[in-house]
């Protein structure tokens, strides 16, 4: 079998580590947006020729999607790190909220997303599964910490599932409008609204 004109078994051996690559294909979406990401740019980067990375991706859908999970454990480890510290739960609700809504415009995580959301439409059952399992961990984790809370007392009895949800659609909501750079629609003042939110609908 051949990749880009070059036998696989050489392609193989020459490949720079998978991670090296979604690594220097988030730092592309950073620094010059999901448009100047190119498979020909990112092999100049990693030093493989576009067919070597299709060879070993696919497409760039999964590319991306790959790249997104990869980001997405990072993050995930961020986040479970968190939520593990000890002290009230309402202060690690708004640790988990600050940790979910972008940097601001263009955030490349959030880029990212907004993206494979954007292809999802035409994903087949496994991608959206995979989509689906990361969304599920940011929900699985604030279903948790809801519920603790309510147990010690510093939340009110609100049904831990569905009010995560809730919160979610909120959050992705203004997540959006940041990172598509709305005007008028600024990180702090979103930190400000879903507090507001949060101190009358689930603070006790």
């Not at 880009?4 to 979406?29: Q, T």
């Not at 510290?85 to 640790?95: I, L, T, Y």
């Amino acid at each position: 079998m051949v990749a880009g004109g070059v036998p696989v078994r050489a392609a193989r051996k020459n490949a720079p580590p998978r991670e090296d690559v979604l690594v220097a294909a988030m730092a592309m979406i950073a620094e010059r947006g999901l448009d100047g990401l190119t498979m020909a740019g990112l092999g100049r980067e990693v030093g493989m020729s576009s067919g070597h990375l299709l060879y070993y991706f696919g497409s760039k859908d999964e590319l991306l999607l790959r790249t997104l999970e990869w980001s997405e454990s990072a993050l995930g480890d961020r986040r479970r790190a968190l939520l593990a510290r000890p002290g009230p739960a309402r202060e690690r609700v708004r640790a988990y909220v600050d940790l979910y809504v972008p940097d601001g415009p263009r955030d490349p995580h959030w880029t990212l997303w907004l993206e494979v959301w954007n292809r999802s439409q035409n994903a087949g059952p496994e991608e959206r599964e995979r989509q689906a399992a990361i969304e599920g961990a940011w929900h699985r984790d604030l279903v948790a910490l809801i519920a603790e809370g309510i147990s010690r007392g510093e939340f009110r009895p609100v049904d831990p599932d569905r009010f995560a949800a809730r919160v979610r659609a909120l959050l992705d909501g203004f997540s959006i409008q940041l990172a598509v750079g709305l005007p008028g629609t600024g990180r702090a003042d979103i930190l400000d609204h879903v507090g507001e939110f949060l101190a009358d609908t689930l603070v006790a």
